[in-house]
């Protein structure tokens, strides 16, 4: 055996290993928590995102697979993407943990996820669930502004308003939103994805591995008390 297959085969095993499933809608700050968290509990922050390009890079039959999903369009099916989580699990980086983030969507692909780390003796230790109201979400998901004249001056009318309203700081032109962000489009969206997130996120309450932090403060204070609690459950 390798010492490389050591390390994996020890870190597998493991059963001090940190599996943190990050819970929240789109605009509750939870990919800002993940990397802040990340940095904290020097764990990897794997993003849906960042598993898909990983795959991309990677040479193995499943990445193989994976692309092949990836360029016809196709949806991924539950059991590759949970294939996808147990090899980043392998990887040197993840032998403490890691920090999921966008995965489960489902509670079926959380069902999966449980058994496919039950198999590789653990199991998810802490789910974060970021709680923010949605009149603050579409407050924040509907509040950006782009200016007319060049689309990287962006704004926000709360978190980063112009001096002026309605207007760019750097060239006076008008700024304006965009459909995607209209309050229609955002109820929509937040209509399609609030309710399986939800489901999910009474699963874990079910599996006492779930808890609620208000996202309606400072993302510092957020962070801290995120911290706070993750460490008293997993015992650092
Ligand atoms: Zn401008």
Redesign the pocket.
Same mark, same amino acid.
């Not at 760019?168 to 032109?173: K, N």
């Given at each position: 055996m390798t010492s490389e297959a050591v390390a994996d085969t020890a870190a597998r095993n493991g059963g001090s290993r940190r599996i943190i499933v990050m819970m929240g809608a789109p605009g509750a700050g939870k990919g800002t928590q993940a990397e802040r968290l990340a940095e904290a509990l020097d764990l990897p922050h794997v993003s849906t995102g960042e598993l898909f390009r990983a795959m991309r890079k990677s040479d193995t039959p499943l990445a193989e697979q994976v692309r092949g999903y990836m360029d016809s369009g196709a949806l991924v099916p539950d059991d590759i993407v949970v294939a996808m989580v147990d090899d980043r699990l392998t990887w040197k980086d993840a032998k403490n943990g890691v920090i999921l983030d966008g995965f489960p969507r489902t509670v079926a692909q959380a069902r999966e996820l449980d058994a496919m780390l039950a198999r590789v003796g653990t199991a998810v230790s802490a789910v974060p669930y970021i709680e923010v109201p949605t009149e603050l979400l579409l407050a924040r998901l509907t509040g950006r502004r782009i /200016?007319?004249? !060049?689309d990287?001056?962006v704004y926000h009318v709360v978190a980063m308003p112009p001096k002026k309203e309605g207007i /760019?700081?750097? !060239?006076?032109?008008e700024?304006y939103q965009r459909k995607d962000d209209s309050e229609e489009t955002v109820q929509a969206r937040l209509d399609q994805q609030l309710p399986p997130m939800f489901e999910v996120v009474d699963y874990y309450a079910g599996n006492d591995v779930l808890f609620a932090v208000p996202g309606d403060q400072s993302p510092e204070a957020v962070t801290e008390e995120l911290l706070r609690v993750i460490n008293s459950r997993t015992g650092a």
């Open positions: /200016c007319t004249k !060049d990287q001056h /760019c700081d750097i !060239d006076g032109a700024l």
